[in-house]
């Protein structure tokens, strides 16, 4: 059953390989620099090793913007962005599957009622306009360096053949990389919140979480959509869509593979910010626009006539027309799901501030009479939550988000089956795992309280100061407890 | 890649092979002339067979080049460029063995009194020949000297015109046989066309350096 669910997240990744494939190795296979056995072996390896290692940071901005929580819900989001895919490329329009997913997961919200993170939202939609803009900027300050080179230095034209064909292939394996790391989102991330996917310890030294599972398989599903499919894909975009010199080229394939890393990085953004400078945001983008950008960059710049407006007129049509479609199929889906197969799309988020609530929250610096109006009311609907919250309250944006968090009802038993079966030994410290055992059988109405009780019994999950050297700890922490939820969530128990 | 860079460097050895064969030709035509002139026969033969010999030398290494940029698929970009300019100067050295072995076949008579303008004439068609080869090398190695080369090719051929008319400007006034004048000004015209050749590569060259340069 479960592959099933995945398979739509699968299909995306398959159109994925076969199409934004090209983008790295189009211009290189298309002009035989490289052959295609070659790319597509680099290509599916960097792609796989990109979505495992880097995959992550663009993944957690998806699941900001909507986090679709029932594997049903996250099957058809995923089946309506691939159809959306499918039918772009049909109707012969330029389509992004970064563009088609984001449609699709907003596309749950409306139906489900969830709250759209307008943060997210914006984040990634200024992304968008930022990458192909960013791209361009990136490949005219590369083509220029690669001319002077290229121009300047007494190489035999055909040491430099050699050469260039080895950067393409270096690029390539970098731009793939950056696609798995950056794209992975795009395939498989509606399934990270809802897939049952434990983690895995081998020898105390390799961890590897369950999101990092489904990325590999993600990855893999990549692969097999370069292998089959992207030869035919490469060919065209190396012969009829741009006539690309190999200089201009490299300069157009590593400005795209930059830009998808620079907005992948988790490494990059902690660099940033540890020498005082904003981050980047970790968004999918697509990787088609960045290409697109980067070619329209360096005609600009040589002063090239001609270009086709109608073109870039189709691909801002895409951007528009894209999440629009993907919506629009996911909202009528779901409801099919829903009312015609009995399917549940989504897992039911409760809302209620309890005495318990209010103290904590009065901890944390946030008192306000209007929590006494909606105290011990249940909420079924995060939307209409959040709609009492701001008008019985004058709480700011960022902690009425928080409020939502700790109003969120998720029951929490501590099971005994799960807790000797569930729980990878060396993954936890003794102490960690001595502080779980005391709270057997306990139950928690809300996540924070088991994860507060946690802290009370061990000094071991308490998180260090908000620092660079304590990040990988304290997300190494988070991603711990977060497990624990998802394993000891009352739909989960055995013995109830 | 390390199969890459090897079969490059076998490749480079022969492009560079070729490029002397064309440039030991045209140094062999002028002493072939001179030795012509002079009625050194036994010199002048010796040196139709080493321009022969230059001339397969040259036919072979092009078409071993031209196997090789298809089989190993190398310079896709350039490839068409690189075999036109091959060719091409190819034909310069096959002008040169032409001309060489006509002198042999039909024996002119040449007048004495304008040996002088006949050697100076093959002293610029040689030049233009070894500047082109200076250009095609740089078009290889150091495409911003290309130019510097190809200039010169432009003046040396200017000038074996300009020598062509004044040598045929004195053989016509000559108080010799017209078929004579006619035999005479034919080689005066083959040994000028030489330059010409080299001209046209030079033009085609030009327009290979400005596609790699953009």
Not at chain 1, 14 to 28: C, E, R
Not at chain 1, 96 to 105: L, P, R
Not at chain 2, 43 to 71: G, P, V
Request: aromatic share 10%.
């Amino acid at each position: 059953m479960l592959l099933i669910y995945l398979s739509s997240g699968l299909l995306l990744g398959w159109s994925l390989g076969a199409n934004d494939a090209a983008n790295v190795f189009g211009t290189a296979v298309g002009t035989r620099m490289v052959r295609f056995r070659t790319a597509a072996i680099i290509c599916s390896l960097f792609v796989i090793i990109g979505a495992v290692i880097s995959g992550a940071g663009a993944t957690h901005t998806l699941g900001n913007l909507g986090s679709v929580n029932a594997m049903a819900g996250a099957f058809m989001v995923a089946l309506s962005a691939a159809v959306t895919v499918w039918l772009m490329t049909r109707w012969m329009l330029p389509v992004s599957t970064s563009q088609a997913i984001v449609g699709a997961i907003i596309g749950w919200n409306l139906f489900t009622g969830s709250r759209t993170d307008i943060g997210s939202l914006t984040k990634i939609v200024t992304t968008w306009i930022a990458s192909p803009i960013l791209a361009a900027f990136f490949a005219i300050v590369l083509f220029l360096i690669f001319r002077q080179i290229f121009n300047r230095t007494p190489i035999h034209l055909l040491r430099w053949d050699a050469y260039i064909r080895a950067a393409l292939i270096i690029v390539g394996a970098f731009g793939s990389y950056s696609l798995g790391a950056n794209n992975i989102a795009n395939v498989i991330g509606v399934f990270v919140p809802v897939a049952p996917f434990s983690d895995v310890d081998i020898g105390g030294i390799i961890h590897i979480s369950g999101s990092q599972k489904l990325f590999l398989l993600g990855g893999i599903a990549i692969s097999i959509g370069v292998f089959t499919y992207s030869h035919r894909v490469m060919q065209t975009v190396g012969h009829s869509l741009f006539k690309l010199s190999p200089i201009t080229a490299l300069a157009v394939v590593l400005s795209h593979a930059i830009v998808l890393f620079l907005f992948a990085s988790e490494k990059l953004a902690s660099l940033l910010i540890s020498i005082g400078l904003p981050p980047l945001p970790l968004v999918p983008v697509s990787s088609s626009q960045a290409i697109v950008g980067a070619i329209i960059g360096i005609a600009i710049f040589k002063g090239i006539r001609g270009i086709k407006y109608n073109v870039l007129g189709g691909i801002a049509l895409g951007w528009v027309t894209t999440p629009i479609i993907a919506g629009v199929i996911t909202f009528i889906s779901l409801f099919f799901l829903q009312n015609v197969f009995y399917l549940e799309v989504s897992r039911e988020m409760v809302y209620k501030v309890d005495q318990s609530v209010i103290e904590k929250l009065a901890s944390k610096g946030i008192i306000q009479e209007g929590f006494q109006d909606i105290k011990a009311r249940r909420f079924r609907n995060p939307t209409r939550f959040e709609m009492e919250l701001r008008n019985n309250t004058d709480l700011t944006q960022t902690e009425r988000r928080l409020v939502m968090n700790y109003a969120r009802v998720d029951s929490i038993y501590v099971d005994e089956f799960l807790l000797a079966t569930k729980i990878p030994p060396d993954w936890f410290t003794k102490d960690q795992k001595a502080s779980l055992q005391k709270l057997k059988g306990e139950h928690f109405a809300y996540p924070w309280e088991f994860a507060d009780s946690l802290r009370a019994l061990s000094p071991d999950w308490h998180l260090k100061p908000d620092s660079r050297e304590y990040r990988v700890f304290n997300r190494e922490l988070e991603m711990k407890l977060e497990y624990l939820q998802n394993t000891f969530r009352a739909d989960n128990s055995h013995s109830e | 890649m390390p199969l890459l860079f090897k079969s490059t460097k076998i490749l480079e050895s022969q492009i560079d092979d070729f490029l002397d064969a064309i440039s030991q030709g045209g140094l062999v035509f002028k002493e072939g002339v001179k030795s012509y002139l002079e009625c050194e026969d036994e010199t002048f033969e010796r040196r139709i067979e080493a321009i022969k010999k230059l001339e397969n030398k040259a036919d072979d290494l092009r078409r071993q080049i031209e196997n090789q940029l298809y089989t190993h698929s190398l310079i896709p970009e350039h490839r068409g460029d690189v075999l036109g300019l091959l060719e091409n100067l190819d034909d310069v050295i096959d002008t040169i063995k032409k001309t060489l072995v006509n002198f042999s076949i039909e024996a002119p008579d040449i007048p004495v009194s304008i040996n002088r303008d006949f050697l100076e004439l093959t002293e610029m068609s040689v030049m233009a020949t070894d500047k082109i080869v200076n250009a095609a090398r740089a078009f290889f190695k150091d495409i911003s000297a290309v130019k510097d080369h190809l200039h010169k090719v432009l003046f040396y051929e200017k000038e074996a015109d300009r020598i062509e008319e004044r040598l045929n400007r004195k053989v016509f006034r000559m108080d010799i046989e017209l078929g004579l004048r006619l035999h005479t000004s034919r080689f005066a015209f083959n040994i000028s066309r030489i330059a010409d050749v080299a001209e046209g590569v030079a033009d085609r060259l030009n327009i290979y350096t400005i596609k790699r340069t953009v």
